[in-house]
């Protein structure tokens, strides 16, 4: 009886092409049928090359009592070096024992020739969450330069309509300031009513350009009605002090 039991083998092999280059691996599953320990010798049989075939792990086994053991027979060569049908089966032989003592498997058969169909493409591969995420992070940085971007537009717009409103306000304060001076040193009430246009006049064009600027400056129609409303606002307490000080005169 035979130290070693072979189970579990394939019937055929199927190759794989991969670079020009047929290859495959076949499986056996070798049990220790004895109460002993016993060392295996593994070897291939086959009607081809040898050089085709490799036993992953060595030729020795060592096997305790019962143990079974997985063995690896990889095959493999070059596209186009063999065509047709071949087969090879693998052989246990107890160690000291290798004419007496051995058990062949069956056979396994693969096909071996050109017009074997290349392995398929491995299947794309899936987007991880990490991935997915630092996807959705680049869109949000990018929305949020835009946004900064913007910002920093809006508030250089905003900072040129503040500075050109002060220069307005500055300016129509001294205009009234200078009128009630001039107003102030005349008693002849004939020449405080030929300046008086002159003055209002003057107040008014200036008035006019600057409120031309600030509105050419604004940005959105929110602002250019508020810009507007306070330019009004502004000449009219210039029309009511000049009125106030045209009283006073009288």
């Known amino acids: 009886m035979a130290s070693f039991h072979i189970s579990e083998g394939p019937e055929t092999l199927d190759l794989e092409q991969n670079d020009g280059v047929l290859s495959g691996l076949a499986r056996f599953s070798v049990t220790n049928s004895t109460d002993s320990h016993r060392v295996g010798i593994l070897t291939v049989r086959s009607d081809a090359a040898a050089s085709w075939f490799d036993i992953e792990g060595g030729s020795d086994r060592s096997f305790q009592p019962g ?139 200036t008035l006019w350009k600057r409120k031309a600027h600030l509105l050419t400056a604004a940005v959105g129609g929110n602002e250019i009605r508020l810009l507007k409303t306070k330019e009004e606002t502004l000449a009219r307490r210039i029309r009511a002090a000049l009125e106030r000080a045209i009283a006073g005169q009288g």
């Open 67 to 205: 143990e079974t053991r997985v063995v690896k027979v990889r095959v493999g060569l070059q596209a186009g070096e063999a065509n047709g049908e071949h087969a090879f089966q693998l052989r246990v032989a107890r160690e000291g024992e290798r004419d007496d003592d051995w058990i062949d498997s069956a056979p396994v058969r693969f096909l071996a020739g050109n017009d074997l169909a290349p392995a398929p493409a491995p299947p794309p591969e899936e987007v991880l969450y990490e991935d997915a995420e630092r996807r959705i992070d680049w869109r949000f940085a990018r929305f949020g330069e835009l946004m900064i971007g913007i910002d920093r537009i809006d508030g250089i717009n905003q900072r040129t309509v503040q500075t050109r409103r002060k220069r307005a306000i500055v300016l129509g304060i001294v205009t009234l300031l200078v009128t009630l001076i001039i107003l102030s040193d005349f008693d002849d009430d004939r020449i405080v009513w030929l300046l008086l246009p002159a003055v209002l006049a003057f107040a008014a064009w």
